[in-house]
């Protein structure tokens, strides 16, 4: 037996118009995918399988959490996951992803859908993965300003004391002063 081979859907051999399948998402599942955007999280995943005239409707309903490395500190972010995301499969002569459907050989007769489930999951991060301010690692953090670095974001100890950051390029425009056409 295959790590993924509970992630089949055999869509020859369904047996009513609708079937519901649950998934738990654990660390194994995405330590086994390999996926580059994290590794470990704990994702719950309720997929709705919807047989209509010559297309399959999957519904991909995923709530949880998953860690993924701080983009400024790079210490382990947890960022919660809730989205719901579909995908239209066909069955076909061969594979082919065609954008919003996949078909699938009809001599395989299903699909796997382990890696849509962890790409659905990617797509649902935010750009942006930082820690809420000043929760980054100091020594990481001090080490990037000792070098220079400095993001929008990074002046957490100033915003914690209530601080407003101004960038200087926009405090230099202050100065300025147009004059009124009368």
């Given amino acids: 037996m295959g790590r993924f081979d509970k992630f089949y859907v055999d869509l020859k051999g369904l047996k009513s118009d609708t079937l519901e399948l649950a998934f738990e998402l654990d ?46 500190c790079l210490d382990d972010l947890v960022v919660d996951v809730e989205t719901e995301s579909s995908l239209k499969v066909k069955l076909g002569d061969s594979y082919a992803d065609e954008g919003d459907v996949v078909i699938v050989p009809e001599a395989d007769g299903g699909v796997n859908i382990a890696w849509y489930l962890y790409e659905f999951i990617t797509l649902a991060l935010p750009m942006k993965r930082i820690h809420a301010p000043g929760k980054c690692n100091h020594e990481m953090t001090s080490k990037l300003k000792k070098h220079g670095y400095r993001d929008e974001d990074d002046d957490c100890d100033s915003q914690e ?4 950051v101004v960038d200087p390029r926009w405090e230099a425009l202050k100065g300025i002063q147009f004059e009124e056409d009368n």
């Fill in 27 to 72: 660390n194994k599942f995405f330590a086994d995918i390999e996926g580059e955007e994290f590794q470990r999280g704990s994702v719950k995943a309720c997929v709705t399988v919807k047989k209509g005239r010559g297309v399959f409707d999957f519904v991909f309903a995923l709530n949880g959490n998953v860690v993924v490395p701080c983009d400024r």
């Fill in 161 to 164: 004391a209530g601080e407003s």
